[in-house]
């Protein structure tokens, strides 16, 4: 080992770990990860349902980077649950005229029958609450991150995958869920998808921005781990995790009750 790649490892890791993290601002990783491409293009479909729509509901908006590219109508609501992303998603969307709130739990701050659209991209999945908030002929479309998603990173850095009850795990089953909640029209799409990390340093960014993959990671108590990881980067070029999604699109009944 010579002294030069052990320097690089100390620098990427600091510099990774000490980079501010903001809403679900991921330039950092711009030109550090390659990732294969989903079938679909949620931010597409999402800003044509937007266009049409009244007001809108963006659930778990984080720094409202997304909910905002969408020019959402005056009068929309974002919710967040992380208290440091409020101020940077209020201060974002507010001058849209969308109102911010709190999440404090699994229900949302929001009147029944309230939206005709709701969004929500890789956020909380609650298909009842979801269909209250609706209006009867509302729409829903969220992209949600499957329960095997990218394991490779807890496999290498010897922390337990996150059990997250709502995550889904096969298409069927979200199907039979949306079907249970009430909702109509329902298509669900699922694809899986290789991510090559090209460095330590965005590994280490990466799984600070999502804690939740690993829960109690921590660059200086898994220093060894990411060693390791480092090590494989430089021989093989790459570390590649597999990235599990789901895209769901449905209605509430014009009908509904």
Not at 236 to 254: H, M, N, Y
Request: contains cysteine; proline residues 5%; aromatic residues 10%.
């Amino acid at each position: 080992m010579s002294a030069s790649h052990r320097q690089l490892f100390d620098d990427l890791v600091e510099a990774a770990n000490f980079t501010p993290l903001e809403g679900w601002d991921f330039s950092f990783l711009n030109g550090r990860t390659l990732g294969g491409s989903l079938p679909w293009d949620y931010q597409q479909i999402a800003s044509g349902l937007v266009f049409s729509a009244h007001r809108t509901l963006d659930i778990d908006t984080g720094g409202g980077e997304i909910f905002a590219s969408f020019k959402p109508p005056r009068g929309s609501v974002a919710v967040e649950p992380y208290k440091p992303n409020l101020p940077v998603s209020t201060q974002r969307l507010e001058a849209l005229g969308v109102e911010v709130r709190e999440r404090t739990s699994e229900l949302l701050p929001a009147d029944d029958a309230s939206f005709d659209l709701v969004l929500n991209r890789h956020g909380y999945l609650n298909l009842d609450e979801f269909y209250r908030v609706l209006i009867p002929g509302g729409k829903l479309l969220t992209q949600q991150v499957g329960g095997r998603n990218d394991i490779e990173f807890n496999e290498a850095l010897g922390i337990p995958a996150s059990v997250i009850s709502s995550a889904p795990v096969n298409a069927q089953d979200l199907r039979d869920t949306l079907t249970r909640a009430g909702f109509v029209n329902c298509q669900v799409s699922e694809a899986n998808i290789s991510t090559r990390f090209l460095d330590v340093g965005a590994v280490v960014y990466q799984l600070r921005a999502i804690p939740w993959q690993a829960p109690g990671f921590d660059a200086v108590v898994h220093r060894e781990h990411l060693w390791r990881i480092h090590e494989h980067i430089a021989k093989t070029g790459r570390f590649e995790v597999r990235s599990q999604r789901f895209l769901i699109r449905a209605d509430k009944p014009v009908e509904a009750v």
